[in-house]
């Protein structure tokens, strides 16, 4: 079975704090997403590579930077947290980005900025 | 982007099948029909998908219409673990090289015992 691991599932933090949220596969795959859910916003897009150093923005990238220096790896960071970044962040892998490709997604990271 | 539209929210008793809509008006002829579902506290999970035919496997099925225009996804007997978000998600090209997936509000089923 996949299995994507994300690094806590609960964090509190500061405002301005740096903040690092870290996801894991241990499938291989090329692609890895992540996402925000928010309550009546559905999941949304902030990053996602394809490729080891290879990165691209989502829909919402403002705030964010992201990281992968290995395949199986992929770290979402806040560079200075505000308290609209408290959230519920999901990690995703996929193995090639093509339109037939499952997801598998980590069991999320709830996020509040104080 | 392709959208999807679903009902914010359905019902259905234990045991009896389940069909849940979603309406694709703008699906291009290359966009697969992914459906997910995302347990209470959990992350996603894939579900089906489907191209023209209909499909099945040991969670579900999923009818398309000839259009694919709409697609319905069918629980054949509802369970109390199958209360969750379920997603209706077409897949489009991100010019990376790769496919994303644009999630939408879902539907919400409950299961009533």
């Known amino acids: 079975d996949v299995k994507v691991t994300q690094s806590s599932r609960y964090l509190v933090k500061r405002t301005g704090e740096k903040v690092f949220l870290e996801c894991v596969q241990d499938?291989?795959?090329?692609?890895m997403f992540w996402y925000r859910q928010d309550p009546g916003l559905g999941l949304r897009l902030i990053y996602f590579?394809?490729?080891?150093?290879?990165?691209e923005k989502g829909d919402i990238p403002e705030g964010y930077s992201v990281s992968r220096e290995k395949k199986e790896r992929f770290s979402l960071i806040l560079e200075s947290a505000s308290t609209n970044q408290t959230s519920m962040y999901l990690c995703a892998s996929s193995l090639q980005g093509a339109s037939t490709d499952t997801q598998y997604f980590g069991p999320g990271t709830r996020l509040t900025v104080l | 982007d392709a959208k999807t539209t679903q009902p914010n929210s359905m019902e259905s008793n234990e045991e009896e099948p389940v069909h849940l809509p979603c309406n694709h008006s703008t699906i291009s002829g290359t966009d697969y029909i992914h459906w997910y579902r995302q347990l209470p506290s959990q992350g996603p999970e894939y579900v089906i998908h489907?191209?023209?035919s209909n499909v099945n496997n040991r969670m579900a099925s999923l009818a398309i219409a000839e259009d694919r225009k709409s697609s319905t996804l069918i629980l054949h007997r509802a369970t109390l673990r199958d209360a969750a978000v379920y997603y209706c998600i077409l897949s489009a090209y991100s010019g990376a090289g790769s496919y994303q997936l644009t999630f939408g509000k879902g539907t919400k089923l409950s299961v009533i015992p």
């Open positions: 590579s394809y490729d080891v150093k290879m990165k």
């Open positions: 499938m291989d795959h090329e692609n």
């Open positions: 489907g191209l023209t």
